[in-house]
DNA sequence: CGTCTATCCTGTGGGC
DNA sequence: TGCCCACAGGATAGAC
């Protein structure tokens, strides 16, 4: 599932060969896509657009444009982004395409947006304002930001009976976590995802922040995991399902201690802990 | 407000 | 061998 290391992996080769092109026509095959906008409005609104930038906040695409607006896309659990040249056929579950041109008008391949669960969306924001509202009030601070740390997280937990992966799993918490890399922090930190997010002490807290760190880190330096879809811009899988500590290896042995890892259900999904170097 | 559950969607894999 | 059904889960709407 694309979380933080997936969607910045695809942001740090997208960024270099986007910028500066120019969009000459897009297409959305499928209106859930951009609903509830119309797909015509939509791809009026990018027609003609050159992309100025490509970033990423949580695991949200913004494509910054010439002219203020700012094209959003979030992958959700299937979707994927794919740079392909002119005489490659399209993926299976093509949503939407974008034609791009360089600043000289030559043709220069097209980005794909492919998703075979169709979870994927994208919507256009005309400024920054707008763009603003909508982030802030769906996420919380970046992991690697000076705002996210341990202080912030216990505040953020305090008086909360809630588990603290289902508060890991809340982009509200912190922007880019998802059920692979909560898995793999709290691990890290040696806390068991039932854990009352409100009883974490300070030291736990501090662990947890570096936990939640070196796990994306780890992610982004494997550029990212591929268990079934991913795959980065050019078809390339990811590596970090290699080097997973707890997640999916139920009944594997935990890589510190040797005990049996345990697979439960915590805050809708499939979770996965030591139940030695997790105490409850 | 906080918390939990259902919903969207389709490819995959386990069981019979 | 083939069929059916449960399962996977990010974000969000709605229930309580």
């Not at 919380?140 to 000076?146: N, Q, R, V």
């Not at 890290?188 to 501090?206: D, F, H, M, N, Y």
Request: charged residues 30%.
């Amino acid at each position: 599932m694309p979380e933080l290391p997936e969607v910045e992996t695809l942001r740090r080769q997208l960024a270099p060969a986007l910028r500066g092109l120019r969009i000459e026509e897009a297409e959305v095959g499928d209106p859930r896509f951009v609903a509830p906008a119309r797909p015509a409005e939509f791809e009026a609104r990018l027609a003609g657009r050159t992309i100025l930038d490509f970033t990423r906040r949580g695991k949200y695409f913004l494509a910054q444009l010439d002219n203020g607006a700012t094209l959003v896309m979030h992958l959700r659990m299937t979707g994927n982004l794919l740079l392909i040249d002119e005489d490659t056929p399209a993926p299976a579950h093509k949503r939407a395409e974008f034609w791009l041109a360089d600043p000289r008008g030559r043709a220069a391949g097209s980005l794909v947006f492919n998703d075979p669960r169709r979870f994927g969306t994208a919507a256009i924001f005309a400024d920054a304002a707008e763009l603003d509202s909508y982030l802030d009030s769906r996420l919380g601070p970046e992991p690697f930001g000076d705002d996210f740390g341990a202080r912030y997280l216990r505040d953020h937990c305090r008086g909360r009976k809630t588990p603290i992966k289902a508060v890991l799993l809340d982009q509200r918490t912190v922007a880019g976590i998802g059920n692979i890399y909560a898995d793999e922090a709290l691990f890290r930190a040696e806390i068991r995802p039932q854990r009352s997010a409100g009883r974490l002490t300070r030291a736990e807290a501090e662990r947890l922040v570096e936990g939640v760190r070196d796990a994306l880190n780890a992610g982004i330096d494997a550029k990212g995991a591929t268990i079934d879809d991913f795959r980065d811009a050019y078809g390339a899988k990811g590596s970090f399902q290699d080097q997973f500590l707890v997640h999916r290896r139920e009944g594997l042995p935990c890589p510190v201690c040797g005990t049996t890892v345990k697979k439960i259900r915590c805050a809708g999904r499939g979770t996965y802990f030591c139940p030695k170097c997790q105490p409850a």
